[in-house]
Protein backbone atom coordinates (compact mmCIF):
# COMPACT_ATOMS: atom_id res chain seq x y z
CA UNK A 1 0.00 0.00 0.00
CA UNK A 2 1.23 3.47 -0.95
CA UNK A 3 1.60 6.70 1.20
CA UNK A 4 -1.26 8.23 -0.19
CA UNK A 5 -3.60 4.97 0.13
CA UNK A 6 -2.75 4.98 3.90
CA UNK A 7 -3.04 8.53 4.47
CA UNK A 8 -6.99 8.29 2.48
CA UNK A 9 -7.57 5.79 5.00
CA UNK A 10 -7.23 7.23 7.81
CA UNK A 11 -8.87 9.86 6.42
CA UNK A 12 -11.62 7.49 5.83
CA UNK A 13 -11.76 8.47 2.42
CA UNK A 14 -11.09 4.46 0.66
CA UNK A 15 -13.53 2.07 2.68
CA UNK A 16 -12.70 -1.93 3.80
CA UNK A 17 -13.13 -3.54 0.17
CA UNK A 18 -11.08 -1.31 -1.57
CA UNK A 19 -8.16 -1.71 0.56
CA UNK A 20 -8.56 -5.34 -0.01
CA UNK A 21 -8.71 -4.68 -3.64
CA UNK A 22 -5.50 -2.82 -3.27
CA UNK A 23 -3.63 -5.36 -1.15
CA UNK A 24 -5.25 -8.02 -3.59
CA UNK A 25 -3.51 -6.33 -6.27
CA UNK A 26 -0.29 -5.75 -4.86
CA UNK A 27 0.33 -9.75 -3.47
CA UNK A 28 -0.64 -10.82 -7.40
CA UNK A 29 2.33 -8.42 -8.07
CA UNK A 30 4.96 -9.58 -5.75
CA UNK A 31 3.91 -13.36 -6.76
CA UNK A 32 4.30 -12.66 -10.74
CA UNK A 33 7.65 -10.68 -9.81
CA UNK A 34 8.85 -13.56 -7.52
CA UNK A 35 8.03 -16.33 -10.43
CA UNK A 36 9.93 -13.87 -13.17
CA UNK A 37 12.91 -13.93 -10.83
CA UNK A 38 13.00 -17.85 -10.74
CA UNK A 39 12.37 -18.51 -14.41
CA UNK A 40 15.27 -15.85 -14.59
CA UNK A 41 17.17 -18.52 -12.77
CA UNK A 42 16.60 -21.34 -15.30
CA UNK A 43 17.97 -22.41 -18.11
CA UNK A 44 16.53 -25.13 -20.25
CA UNK A 45 14.24 -26.53 -17.83
CA UNK A 46 16.97 -26.80 -15.14
CA UNK A 47 17.86 -24.39 -12.48
CA UNK A 48 21.34 -22.81 -13.18
CA UNK A 49 21.29 -21.08 -10.04
CA UNK A 50 22.91 -21.65 -7.77
CA UNK A 51 26.13 -22.22 -9.89
CA UNK A 52 27.69 -25.75 -9.32
CA UNK A 53 30.57 -26.71 -6.82
CA UNK A 54 33.93 -25.97 -7.85
CA UNK A 55 34.48 -29.60 -8.17
CA UNK A 56 37.66 -30.87 -10.72
CA UNK A 57 34.88 -31.53 -13.27
CA UNK A 58 33.52 -27.68 -12.92
CA UNK A 59 36.87 -25.65 -12.56
CA UNK A 60 36.65 -23.32 -15.88
CA UNK A 61 40.30 -22.82 -16.71
CA UNK A 62 41.12 -26.78 -16.33
CA UNK A 63 38.22 -27.88 -18.37
CA UNK A 64 39.80 -25.11 -21.16
CA UNK A 65 43.06 -26.61 -20.51
CA UNK A 66 41.61 -30.36 -21.00
CA UNK A 67 40.16 -29.07 -24.48
CA UNK A 68 43.23 -27.39 -26.28
CA UNK A 69 45.54 -30.06 -24.82
CA UNK A 70 42.90 -32.99 -26.32
CA UNK A 71 41.95 -30.99 -29.25
CA UNK A 72 46.12 -30.52 -30.38
CA UNK A 73 46.29 -34.23 -29.76
CA UNK A 74 43.51 -35.14 -32.49
CA UNK A 75 44.48 -32.70 -34.80
CA UNK A 76 48.21 -34.29 -34.96
CA UNK A 77 46.40 -38.25 -34.97
CA UNK A 78 44.14 -36.78 -37.71
CA UNK A 79 47.74 -35.24 -39.71
CA UNK A 80 49.68 -38.43 -39.12
CA UNK A 81 46.51 -40.26 -40.59
CA UNK A 82 45.84 -38.06 -43.80
CA UNK A 83 49.80 -38.18 -44.44
CA UNK A 84 49.69 -42.26 -44.31
CA UNK A 85 46.58 -42.29 -47.20
CA UNK A 86 48.71 -39.73 -49.60
CA UNK A 87 51.85 -41.68 -49.17
CA UNK A 88 49.33 -45.01 -50.15
CA UNK A 89 47.66 -42.74 -52.91
CA UNK A 90 51.38 -41.65 -54.17
CA UNK A 91 52.13 -45.66 -54.06
CA UNK A 92 49.40 -46.92 -56.01
CA UNK A 93 49.59 -43.94 -58.86
CA UNK A 94 53.17 -45.31 -59.01
CA UNK A 95 52.23 -48.94 -59.65
CA UNK A 96 49.82 -47.47 -61.90
CA UNK A 97 52.04 -45.66 -64.05
CA UNK A 98 54.66 -48.61 -64.10
CA UNK A 99 50.96 -50.86 -65.33
CA UNK A 100 50.57 -48.51 -67.90
CA UNK A 101 53.49 -48.58 -69.41
CA UNK A 102 53.46 -52.37 -69.90
CA UNK A 103 49.89 -51.67 -71.68
CA UNK A 104 51.39 -49.41 -73.84
CA UNK A 105 53.70 -51.92 -74.69
CA UNK A 106 51.37 -54.48 -75.54
CA UNK A 107 49.22 -52.46 -77.37
CA UNK A 108 52.23 -51.60 -79.77
CA UNK A 109 53.03 -55.36 -80.22
CA UNK A 110 49.52 -56.43 -80.54
CA UNK A 111 48.73 -53.49 -83.43
CA UNK A 112 51.95 -54.83 -85.17
CA UNK A 113 50.57 -58.07 -85.31
CA UNK A 114 46.92 -57.06 -86.12
CA UNK A 115 48.18 -55.26 -89.03
CA UNK A 116 50.38 -57.83 -90.72
CA UNK A 117 47.89 -60.63 -89.41
CA UNK A 118 44.01 -58.88 -90.38
CA UNK A 119 42.32 -62.14 -90.77
CA UNK A 120 43.63 -63.29 -86.85
CA UNK A 121 40.88 -61.78 -84.66
CA UNK A 122 42.56 -62.39 -81.49
CA UNK A 123 45.49 -60.27 -82.10
CA UNK A 124 42.70 -57.20 -82.67
CA UNK A 125 40.28 -58.47 -79.60
CA UNK A 126 43.70 -58.13 -77.54
CA UNK A 127 44.53 -54.63 -78.94
CA UNK A 128 40.86 -53.20 -78.42
CA UNK A 129 41.33 -54.80 -74.64
CA UNK A 130 44.94 -53.46 -73.98
CA UNK A 131 43.31 -49.86 -75.26
CA UNK A 132 40.39 -50.02 -72.88
CA UNK A 133 42.92 -51.13 -69.74
CA UNK A 134 44.96 -48.47 -70.50
CA UNK A 135 42.52 -45.71 -70.48
CA UNK A 136 41.25 -47.44 -66.95
CA UNK A 137 44.35 -47.00 -65.80
CA UNK A 138 44.65 -43.47 -67.07
CA UNK A 139 41.20 -42.44 -65.10
CA UNK A 140 42.62 -44.32 -61.70
CA UNK A 141 45.92 -42.15 -62.46
CA UNK A 142 43.84 -39.01 -62.51
CA UNK A 143 41.40 -39.93 -59.23
CA UNK A 144 44.49 -40.72 -57.37
CA UNK A 145 46.31 -37.19 -58.38
CA UNK A 146 42.85 -35.91 -57.27
CA UNK A 147 42.89 -37.64 -54.34
CA UNK A 148 46.15 -35.92 -53.36
CA UNK A 149 44.73 -32.58 -54.15
CA UNK A 150 41.85 -32.96 -51.61
CA UNK A 151 44.15 -34.62 -48.64
CA UNK A 152 46.31 -31.30 -48.84
CA UNK A 153 43.50 -29.14 -48.88
CA UNK A 154 42.27 -30.82 -45.72
CA UNK A 155 44.96 -30.26 -43.99
CA UNK A 156 44.88 -26.94 -45.18
CA UNK A 157 42.07 -26.45 -43.74
CA UNK A 158 42.41 -28.30 -40.51
CA UNK A 159 44.99 -25.26 -39.42
CA UNK A 160 41.69 -23.24 -38.16
CA UNK A 161 42.25 -25.81 -35.08
CA UNK A 162 45.74 -24.09 -34.39
CA UNK A 163 43.73 -20.71 -34.40
CA UNK A 164 41.16 -22.04 -32.09
CA UNK A 165 43.84 -23.31 -29.78
CA UNK A 166 44.98 -19.62 -29.68
CA UNK A 167 41.65 -18.30 -28.77
CA UNK A 168 41.26 -20.36 -26.47
CA UNK A 169 44.48 -20.25 -24.80
CA UNK A 170 43.60 -16.06 -24.92
CA UNK A 171 40.57 -16.72 -23.00
CA UNK A 172 42.38 -18.62 -20.34
CA UNK A 173 45.02 -15.70 -19.70
CA UNK A 174 41.55 -12.85 -19.20
CA UNK A 175 39.81 -15.43 -16.81
CA UNK A 176 43.34 -16.16 -14.57
CA UNK A 177 44.05 -12.17 -14.97
CA UNK A 178 40.88 -11.58 -13.38
CA UNK A 179 40.66 -13.93 -11.01
CA UNK A 180 44.41 -12.71 -9.38
CA UNK A 181 42.69 -9.47 -9.54
CA UNK A 182 39.56 -10.15 -7.75
CA UNK A 183 41.56 -12.45 -5.22
CA UNK A 184 43.71 -9.59 -5.28
CA UNK A 185 40.80 -7.06 -4.66
CA UNK A 186 38.85 -9.00 -2.02
CA UNK A 187 41.62 -9.72 0.41
CA UNK A 188 42.30 -8.84 3.66
CA UNK A 189 45.12 -7.97 6.45
CA UNK A 190 42.84 -9.32 8.83
CA UNK A 191 43.53 -13.47 10.06
CA UNK A 192 39.81 -14.32 9.69
CA UNK A 193 40.22 -16.55 12.75
CA UNK A 194 40.34 -13.44 14.42
CA UNK A 195 37.00 -11.71 13.31
CA UNK A 196 33.89 -12.13 14.96
CA UNK A 197 31.40 -14.70 13.95
CA UNK A 198 28.65 -13.84 11.61
CA UNK A 199 24.71 -13.80 12.63
CA UNK A 200 23.05 -16.96 11.26
CA UNK A 201 19.57 -14.29 11.46
CA UNK A 202 19.03 -10.77 11.77
CA UNK A 203 16.24 -8.35 12.58
CA UNK A 204 13.71 -8.69 9.36
CA UNK A 205 14.93 -11.78 7.83
CA UNK A 206 12.12 -14.17 6.92
CA UNK A 207 13.94 -17.75 7.01
CA UNK A 208 12.57 -19.85 9.78
CA UNK A 209 15.76 -22.45 8.81
CA UNK A 210 18.85 -22.80 11.29
CA UNK A 211 17.82 -20.07 14.00
CA UNK A 212 20.33 -18.85 16.38
CA UNK A 213 20.33 -20.92 19.87
CA UNK A 214 20.65 -19.10 23.16
CA UNK A 215 23.92 -20.99 22.73
CA UNK A 216 25.45 -19.49 20.47
CA UNK A 217 24.16 -15.70 21.18
CA UNK A 218 25.93 -16.23 24.47
CA UNK A 219 29.13 -17.24 22.42
CA UNK A 220 29.25 -14.15 20.13
CA UNK A 221 28.69 -12.00 23.29
CA UNK A 222 31.50 -14.08 25.11
CA UNK A 223 33.46 -13.08 22.11
CA UNK A 224 33.03 -9.49 21.89
CA UNK A 225 33.32 -9.35 25.38
CA UNK A 226 37.12 -10.55 24.61
CA UNK A 227 37.68 -7.87 22.34
Keep these: MT??????????ELDDEEVEEDSSQEAEQETETKNKNEE???????????PPPPTEDHKVVEQLDDVTRDSEVKATEIFDKLEAISDFI?????????????IQK???????????????????????NNEKALKDIENLISNAQMSSDEIMMIMDIMQYQDIHRQKIERVINVIRTLASYMNSLFS?????????SSAVHIAG??????????????????TLGKK
Design 3 to 12: QEELDALMNG
Design 40 to 50: DYKLDGETSWP
Design 90 to 102: MQVENDANDVSAT
Design 106 to 128: NIDVFKKLSGKFPDIKVFEENLQ
Design 188 to 196: AGKDDTKRV
Design 205 to 222: DTSTEDVVSNDDIEALIE
